[in-house]
């Protein structure tokens, strides 16, 4: 779609959760070089049930820029009363990454698990945009009396050689994390579990391997580890929502499905990256 048309779905998307647009509330404007020299304005709209902020960037030349970045809302099951959070540091040998222990109130011991990340660069939340997959899930399970430990994604803070992006350091720093909360008073060391999601679980049953003790795996992921050529229209929505790929991402499309069919037939030598 173009750019009008983005605008407006997200303006009925707007109408939709917030109701009838009232007018700007208030306007921010600061110079920005980084856009030409142009401005960066940060406009507030006002709706019936709520607000929302754009940042536009305007040069000589017009609007030339305009995105939304919806604030975080913390889903209607938690109850932050239920427990409460502290910073923790799980030690993966030749690092030390940032993570956030929900610890329920009470005497205990809980139940703990220790969540895992989908592939890519996350920070303990599982921060994309306004959505915070992985503070959900820790809240959801600590107001129901169940600890949990998330942490940031290697790749966040650490600078990490191509060699050594395995699925072996996802499992590695998993089974650290495993062993900080375990190591944490008022958790269960006997009821720990591990929860993936997306990359995170594929991985988790060889992260509960490689622990040796837990009492459980959750998975959100695939259950194997090689995707089938045949089927890859996720990759096409990724390219395109609507499914109408240009000849360039068709071509691009077509490249990934022969890799997909060298890496699930084990087509590729050794020392080869693919």
């Known amino acids: 779609m173009d750019a009008e048309d983005a605008l407006e779905r997200y303006r009925s998307g707007l109408h939709a959760q917030y109701g009838d647009l009232q007018g700007v509330s208030d306007v921010t404007a600061s110079k920005d070089e980084a856009i030409d020299g142009g401005t960066e304005a940060i406009v507030t709209f006002e709706f019936e049930a709520g607000t929302e902020a754009a940042t536009i960037e305007v040069t000589a030349d017009g609007v030339v820029g305009s995105s939304f970045s919806p604030a975080y809302e913390p889903p209607a099951y938690v109850d932050r009363g239920a427990f409460g959070e502290r910073a923790v540091s799980v030690d993966a040998g030749d690092v030390s990454l940032d993570g956030v222990l929900a610890l329920p109130t009470g005497p205990g011991p809980f139940p703990g698990v220790a969540l895992v990340h989908g592939a890519g660069v996350h920070d303990p939340d599982g921060t994309v945009g306004a959505s915070k997959l992985l503070r959900d899930f820790a809240w959801g399970l600590a107001s129901e009396g169940i600890a949990t430990l998330r942490y940031e994604k290697r790749l966040a803070d650490q600078d990490v050689p191509d060699e050594e992006l395995t699925l072996d350091a996802v499992v590695d ?7 900080e909360l375990a190591a944490i008073d008022r ?43 045949d089927d890859l229209d996720f990759m096409r929505y990724e390219f395109e929502p609507d499914g109408d790929l240009s000849d360039a991402q068709e071509a691009e499309l077509d490249r990934e499905r022969e890799t997909a069919r060298r890496i699930a037939e084990g087509d590729f030598e050794d020392d080869e990256t693919l």
């Open 187 to 229: 958790v269960a060391e006997e009821a720990l579990f591990v929860a993936g999601h997306s990359q995170g679980g594929m991985a988790a049953p060889r992260i509960a391997a490689q622990h040796g003790s837990v009492a459980g795996v959750v998975l959100d992921g695939r259950a194997d580890s090689t995707l089938d050529p």
């Open 173 to 179: 720093d998993a089974v650290a994390a495993l062993a």
